[in-house]
């Protein structure tokens, strides 16, 4: 049976059977057949994609190897611990921790945003204002190479740089650089901006970009040729088949996360368990299947084609970002898919929460919450000075608080006929994240596989891209 830690995260959509402006039960009963079909295409997609042969005109491109990538991985650790991928990983993101007190991640859509959520779901809110030792000789975390902001990157250059120039971790810096394609502008040309600075940035010990700079890459391509040239020590791979957006439990997420401290076995661990569960739970249990008819059946039903992931904890914001790339990279094809909106609260009631409340009712909101805090709960506390009448809730704590809130703002919703779901995380961790992260990548691709568009592959944004090196050139 699985101990307290391992708890899976839970779905609730009790709050989307509405009688005018929801669904029934029974609709998503209906639906099951439709389920159970779309379950079957993913799970034939990554036998199609595993046996390595041709993939059919219609299902190109196919990047289902993300599916068990997980298993995977954890499987070839504990087989080969060092010589595995994994074993690779920590071995040098511990080194790197030794070595250096402030990493950048280059890397922008997929190549970061994975990243970042990791980092801000698993790390002190303020790490990298904690002193070294505060952090356990963990490095600081920075990213860029995720847009072209002259002064954005000029800043973190200068941070970079200021320090004097003596040897030593504490004024030592490294650079994760992660392109799939290796060809991407944005983080190339950050690329070529961040090395100028590093190499020019001299050491006593003589530790040069060759050990400082780890790029994370695709088989062929730009910035696999140029790590063959500048000869980088380590250089990790992102594998044939699994896309940028679907690839954060590769080196892409690993890395970084493992150069933080975390538990990086514990982030598998978790996805594999909801591989577990997408694969055996019945329609009536499994919370894959259950979010995508709830997404899918408010939208077919009512037209309600904006996906409202309402997070309940700072920390997840960046998750929920995450998760809008995944959605809208994935799903916006042949004028269909839903648009995702990440918002935080209670801080985005005050901002939003008049339109969820009372505006166009096309909107779902999956509330994700985090069941247990990390910390003791902050009281409010007595006070002689009484003028804000806070002293009659002077024993309720931040959690009672925002319990209040959550359930507060639930029943508001209901009695307006808003359609809203839960999203339970036991608490959150490694494992959680973890569950998350292939939770969201399972409910995506099944989607697409119900409504008939392939989750993979993102022709649209080429376009962008052509017309901006044509006028680079001077070519329009
Ligand atoms: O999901 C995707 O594939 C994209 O968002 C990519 O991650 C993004 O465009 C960056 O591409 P690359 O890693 O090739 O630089």
Redesign the pocket.
Known sequence: MAGQKDRLVSYDPEGVFLPDHGIDPEDISALHSQLEAARSEVLRDQELWEQQGDIPEQKQPLDAGFFRLPERTLDAYREQRDQSELGRILRTAGSLREIVDRVVVL?????YMGTRAIFEACCHPYHNELSRSERGSCPRLYFEGNNVDNDATQGLLDLLTAKEKTSGPENRWAMVV????GG?LE?AVAFRQFLRTLQNSSDAENLGPERLVIPITGAEGKLRDLSRALEFQEVFDIPDGV???FSVLTAVGLLPAAILGLDVVRLLEGARAMNEHFVAASPEENVVLRYVAVSHLLETKHGMNQRVLSCWSKALEAFGLWYD?LLA?SLGKQEQGATPLTTVNTRDLHSRGQQHQQGRRDKVITNLIVDEVRCDPIPIGTSQHNQDGLNGLAEKGLPDIMDAAIRGTNRAYLEDQRPTADLHLPRLNEHTLGQMFQMMMLATVMEGRLIGINPYG?PG?EAYKKHMQAILRGEE
């Open positions: 890397g922008i859509g997929g190549s992660v392109s799939k394609s991407t983080t896309g940028g957006r790339q990279e993102q944004v």
